[in-house]
């Protein structure tokens, strides 16, 4: 939520700041390039002094980043405390989801991680409306002051109430592959951001990006060489976490810029207000949370591979669908279809989220934990490029103003995308995860029940 919410807000803190609110987009870029440098990192950090002591200093430090952005009073000085913002959101969203895998039974953690993706599909939707009513009925610094209660009470009930998962014995640290990684995650995360939210000349962003994917090609070799390198791509040889952790990435892309492109649909195709785009896009949750109650049945039924090779066809349908959105649909028909939407992704992210950690070693959860988390920031920032780069091009090829005709391509693109994410999932076996979903799988016939 902290991610998208002052995106509304923009306008008033520049205001009150003296900069313009197209410089102050720095600040929605440092706060996701802070998160690509030290996500990586969170794996080591959390073996090596503890999860649960790293996950309660890392909402301290959010909190402080928090009241640094209220109290900033130049582009540089907000910046900066977004940036530390970030350093705080890099280790909390990995470092707790490390302790729920290593604190849960393998059959209970398709409900846990549905419960843990929810607040992930609903914060980037409810951001920006509560930005925008925080902004215009308080003031936009409360925005950040209200988190200060928020992380005392989050810190105290994490130690009251979350177990006690003792370091693990770690390896000295990666220098090498940390700063390779860190040059990687944040040069495509900016360069695509700057591309995308133009805060400085696009020609930055293009050179930032190929700086980053120069130094992902050699953070790649660098890691194939060490034994202990800060991200161990040697788990993508299990071809369970390599199915999931591709076809999620290739999903989000598409899913990753769906937020992005409806609220400017409703605000610059059919001229809806802020607030009223937020309403039509918040039915998503409401998907997203009713599908809580059915996924541990739907996966127990069908299975990984059977449920998210429907899920990511039926989704992608549903993101595609949005392409037929005019100013004229009724708004019941966009909410229907939104919440249908909301259900599915929430399906799939919950799936593949769960998959990711179904056929490992518990002590190779905190390296799937970073690396997923590292490839899902990438993967949202190329889906918000990728949906932002449509509307350019098509902005460029007929000279028009950005228009409802280019959002139909858009989606349509952006669907498609993500209908590619269920290849991955068909060469999975049909009992891939099963230990996970509680499916049964039938023996094959040359087995006979009882046998070894």
């Avoid at 994490?158 to 090498?176: F, W």
């Avoid at 020609?203 to 930032?208: C, H, K, Q, T, Y």
Wanted: hydrophobic share 55%.
């Amino acid at each position: 939520m902290d991610s998208t919410v002052i995106a509304t807000s923009l306008p008033a803190i520049a205001e009150d700041i003296g900069t313009s609110p197209i410089a102050l987009k720095l600040a929605l870029t440092a706060y996701l390039v802070s998160l690509a440098i030290f996500i990586p990192i969170s794996a080591w950090v959390a073996d090596k002094y503890g999860a649960k002591r790293v996950f309660r200093i890392a909402i301290a430090v959010f909190a402080i980043g928090s009241i640094a952005c209220a109290f900033s009073g130049s582009l540089a000085e907000f910046v900066a405390a977004r940036f530390l913002q970030g350093m705080g959101g890099a280790m909390m969203t990995p470092v707790a989801r490390l302790v729920l895998v290593r604190s849960t039974e393998k059959r209970d953690l398709v409900s846990a991680m549905a419960w843990l993706t929810i607040p992930g599909l609903i914060g980037p939707l409810v951001g920006p409306p509560v930005g925008g009513f925080i902004t215009t009925f308080f003031s936009w610094h409360w925005i950040f002051l209200i988190n200060v209660p928020i992380a005392i009470v989050g810190i105290v009930l994490s130690g009251l109430y979350l177990p006690h998962v003792e370091p693990a014995g770690v390896k000295p640290i990666d220098g090498t592959g940390f700063v390779l990684s860190a040059l990687a995650a944040s040069g495509v995360v900016f360069g695509l951001s700057v591309v995308s939210l133009p805060a400085l000349p696009p020609v930055v962003g293009v050179i930032v990006l190929a700086v980053g994917v120069c130094s992902a090609v050699l953070y790649v070799r660098h890691a194939n060489r060490t034994e202990h390198p800060i991200l161990d791509l040697r788990l993508f040889r299990n071809p369970v976490f390599r199915a999931a952790i591709s076809g999620g990435s290739i999903y989000r892309i598409g899913a990753g810029a769906t937020p992005f492109l409806l609220p400017l649909l409703f605000q610059l195709g059919f001229g809806l207000t802020p607030f009223q785009s937020g309403m039509l896009t918040f039915a998503s949750a409401f998907g997203a949370l009713a599908m809580k109650f059915f996924a541990p049945t739907i996966l127990r039924t069908g299975g990984f591979r059977t449920v998210l090779i429907a899920a990511a066809a039926l989704s992608s349908g549903f993101i595609a669908a949005s392409a037929l959105f005019t100013p004229q649909t009724p708004h019941l028909i966009i909410l229907a279809v939104l919440a249908a939407s909301g259900f599915l992704r929430s399906l799939f992210f919950t799936s593949s989220n769960a998959l990711v950690f179904a056929e490992i070693d518990n002590k190779e959860a905190s390296q799937a934990t970073a690396i997923s988390a590292a490839l899902q920031q990438i993967t949202v920032a190329i889906g918000v490029a990728v949906g932002g780069g449509i509307l350019e091009s098509v902005h460029q090829l007929t000279g028009e103003p950005i228009g409802p005709s280019a959002f139909t391509i858009a989606f349509v693109i952006v669907g498609t995308i993500s209908l590619l994410s269920l290849i991955p999932f068909l060469r999975l076996p049909a009992g891939a995860g099963a230990a996970v979903s509680g499916q049964r799988v039938r023996n094959s016939p040359d087995e006979q029940p009882g046998s070894p």
